[in-house]
């Protein structure tokens, strides 16, 4: 990982964009020493690109091809270049709901960073909040981790617990969650731009100061 300056991250998502919107504001507060150097979705009219827009930040939609959970050859060669080109130190996944996979994960290799609304290895996949309110734990969270070739199976660099509420519904855990992934991920990401956080096989470890 290259840690010239400015530390460029290309954010990829899917959805409302809350996380990109988060890491953004934390780059434009200062405290988040990098630059979104571009923001790609495969959703023509996601949340994240209108956010990208209103900030000026270079947006683009990816048609992601006839599968439901993946790229196609096409769209993934297409991401990798776009990336390429913007010269992104770190991919960050933000709500990237599409497995990446082979090409891309080689092109980018230890350096694709993922939120997942869930303490991992508990709840991977989809609606994690729904799958930790339906089993009954009475603590959840999120996971920042690398991504590897399986799901949600990367080495975890950092975690935060919410507790689950006897009332709560799917929407209530999902946006306390976020309220964590909002504080959570522009952290991990600051420090791994800082070069603070060391990774050997599966176990992460802080190597600078701690905040
Ligand atoms: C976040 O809660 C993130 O953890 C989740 O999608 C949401 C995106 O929200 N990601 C996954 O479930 C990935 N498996 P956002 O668009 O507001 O950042």
Redesign the pocket.
């Known amino acids: 990982m290259s840690h010239s300056s400015p530390f460029r991250l290309g954010v990829l998502?899917?959805?409302?964009?809350?996380?990109?919107?988060?890491i953004a504001d934390a780059v434009a507060a200062g405290t988040l020493p990098a630059t979104v150097a571009v923001v790609l979705s495969d959703v023509p009219d996601?949340?994240?690109l209108s956010l990208a827009a209103q900030r000026g930040i270079p947006g683009h939609h990816i048609a992601p091809g006839p599968f439901r959970t993946k790229l196609d050859e096409s769209a993934e060669a297409e991401f990798i270049a776009t990336l390429e080109r913007a010269e992104v130190d770190l991919v960050v996944?933000?709500?990237?709901?599409r497995i990446l996979k082979g090409g891309f994960l080689r092109r980018f290799e230890g350096r694709v960073v993922?939120?997942?609304?869930s303490l991992l290895p508990s709840f991977?996949?989809?609606?994690?909040?729904k799958q930790a309110l339906d089993y009954g734990v009475k603590v959840t969270g999120?996971t920042v981790h690398l991504v590897d070739q399986g799901?949600?199976t990367g080495p975890i660099l950092a975690q935060k617990a919410v507790p689950v509420l006897d009332d709560d519904t799917d929407g209530s855990l999902?946006a306390r969650?976020?309220v964590a992934?909002?504080e959570l991920f522009p952290e991990v990401v600051r420090q791994l731009a800082l070069g603070h956080i060391q990774v050997k096989g599966r176990i992460s470890h802080r190597r600078g100061p701690t905040p």
């Open positions: 998502g899917s959805g409302k964009g809350s996380n990109f919107a988060a996601s949340g994240i996944l933000a709500g990237f709901m993922n939120i997942h609304p991977p996949g989809l609606a994690a909040w999120c799901v949600d999902h969650i976020q992934e909002r």
